[in-house]
């Protein structure tokens, strides 16, 4: 009986070990992800869309614009903004041009699926620049793409391209989203192609062309910063890591001394009952004033009282 007794500690042993091992290390792996963010990745489709701004810079200040969206022609003033030479937001490239416009719908999301008008381009800026003479055929311009949704103007030289002004482009754009703790920031990604040009749109002292924004996939790609773990996932960890050990130990071992047994002793059908010595009290010793006085008998129950106790909760009991 020495020896299963022994088994059954050591098995409970085992068995609290693993737990406690596999509950502490996700308890020490939410502590040590507090501070630290896991990124996910989605995709939402959108019916409508903000176009990208456009900067252009020019040094040749003889131009005039146009702009239709899905073949209707649209009043300038309402996408399109001018900066002079002497404005302030141009200070870092006021050696370079003569003027700066920006092409922007501000945040109205005017880029749609499905178009209302079908085969037409989406949004179009035709300009028309003046030619100083026959030969002004190399006319260069600042061109840059910036998201509207995150800034109203961008005039950073680093950020411009230097293209050639008399070409026909598309800018095809798609849009991404990145969120976390500050909120949520958008983006652009874009590529600028050239068209065909038909020569004629030069013809005398002037030359047209035109920029065509269009929207490359409605599908906005989403990301998401999520901390890795929080101090509510810490204290659930915590507590479930105690109630899961306490249950364990309640099915396995048993409440305690005096009830039901666990689980672990059903299964190895023992059931253990530690020795309790005898005390051979004589009567008069029960009924001395001395022991009454001191209670050295009555604070513990007597053999017969503890075994009343094992039958009236056991159908079945081994004794050794």
């Known amino acids: 009986m020495a020896v299963m007794h022994q088994a059954i500690h050591a098995i409970h042993g085992l068995v609290v070990l693993l737990l406690s091992g596999?509950?502490?290390?996700?308890?020490?792996?939410?502590?040590?992800?507090?501070?630290?963010?896991?990124?996910?990745?989605?995709?939402?489709?959108?019916?409508?869309l903000v176009p990208p701004a456009v900067?252009?810079?020019?040094?040749?200040?003889?131009?005039?614009?146009?702009?239709?969206?899905?073949?209707?022609?649209?009043?300038?003033?309402?996408?399109?903004?001018?900066?002079?030479?002497?404005?302030?937001?141009?200070?870092?490239?006021?050696?370079?041009?003569?003027?700066?416009?920006?092409f922007t719908t501000g945040t109205e999301p005017l880029i749609q699926s499905p178009?209302?008008?079908?085969?037409?381009?989406?949004?179009?800026?035709?300009?028309?620049?003046?030619?100083?003479?026959?030969?002004?055929?190399?006319?260069?311009?600042?061109?840059?793409?910036?998201?509207?949704?995150?800034?109203?103007?961008?005039?950073?030289?680093?950020q411009f391209l230097y293209l050639e002004a008399d070409a026909n482009r598309v800018i095809s754009f798609s849009r991404t989203q990145h969120k976390d703790k500050n909120g949520v920031k958008h983006d652009i990604k874009y590529s600028i192609m050239d068209e065909y040009r038909d020569p004629s749109w030069t013809s005398g002292l002037s030359a047209t062309s035109n920029i065509t924004i269009r929207a490359d996939s409605f599908i906005i790609l989403q990301t998401e910063d999520n901390p890795r773990s929080t101090g509510w996932s810490i204290f659930r960890e915590s507590f479930t890591l105690f109630g899961v050990l306490y249950s364990f130990y309640l099915a396995l071992m048993g409440p305690g001394k005096f009830r039901p047994w666990g689980l672990l002793h059903k299964i190895l059908n023992y059931h253990h009952i530690e020795h309790i010595p005898y005390r051979n009290v004589s009567d008069d010793r029960d009924s001395s004033p001395i022991a009454k006085e001191t209670g050295a008998l009555t604070n513990e129950p007597r053999i017969e009282e503890r075994l009343d106790i094992y039958l009236s909760r056991f159908d079945r009991a081994k004794y050794h």
């Open 115 to 158: 178009p209302p008008t079908p085969n037409v381009p989406d949004m179009v800026l035709t300009y028309t620049r003046g030619l100083l003479s026959q030969n002004d055929t190399n006319s260069p311009m600042y061109l840059n793409v910036f998201d509207p949704l995150e800034r109203s103007s961008l005039f950073q030289y680093n």
């Open 22 to 48: 596999v509950f502490i290390y996700n308890l020490v792996n939410g502590i040590s992800g507090l501070n630290q963010t896991v990124q996910s990745f989605s995709a939402k489709t959108n019916s409508s």
């Open 55 to 102: 900067t252009l810079c020019i040094n040749n200040p003889n131009y005039n614009f146009s702009i239709t969206v899905y073949g209707v022609k649209r009043v300038n003033k309402d996408f399109l903004f001018t900066y002079a030479q002497d404005s302030g937001e141009l200070a870092a490239i006021r050696e370079l041009v003569a003027k700066c416009w920006i």
